[in-house]
Nanobody, 127 residues
Framework: QVQLVESGGGLVQAGGSLRLSCTGPAGSFSSYAMGWFRQAPGKEREFVAAISRSGGGTTYAVSVKGRFTISRDNAKNTVYLQMNSLKPEDTAVYYC????????????????????WGQGTQVTVSS
């Protein structure tokens, strides 16, 4: 069973920054396209950002583009989500997701494209 473990959530004031990390399977992490999703109370899970296996391809939700940056370090088996200029509406549980695929360039935006999920980490932005 593939395990993804998120960390880095917390409480921050509006305008502040947080960096989330998600560690995946050692030895095969570079075979996984990775993504970040979030779910606020009473809302459906929504796409935030995704990155290709190589790290050369990234894509973002409109609501976070220009404020969030997804990156990965395959040597450390870790994907990151740097979140700047945080807003109260960014408050949610953030989940990382992974999917083992052949294509090293593709990014995946739909939750149903991902086979593996982390347990989630809470991000709370106060106004």
């Amino acid at each position: 069973q593939v395990q993804l473990v998120e960390s880095g959530g917390g409480l921050v004031q509006a305008g502040g920054s947080l960096r989330l990390s998600c560690t995946g399977p050692a030895g095969s992490f570079s075979s996984y396209a990775m993504g970040w999703f979030r779910q606020a109370p009473g809302k459906e899970r929504e796409f935030v950002a995704a990155i290709s296996r190589s790290g050369g391809g990234t894509t973002y939700a409109v609501s976070v583009k220009g404020r969030f940056t997804i990156s990965r370090d395959n040597a450390k088996n870790t994907v990151y989500l740097q979140m700047n200029s945080l807003k109260p509406e960014d408050t949610a549980v953030y989940y990382c997701a992974g999917n083992r695929i052949w294509d090293i360039y593709i990014t995946q935006r739909r939750a149903d494209e991902y086979a593996y999920w982390g347990q989630g980490t809470q991000v709370t932005v106060s106004s």
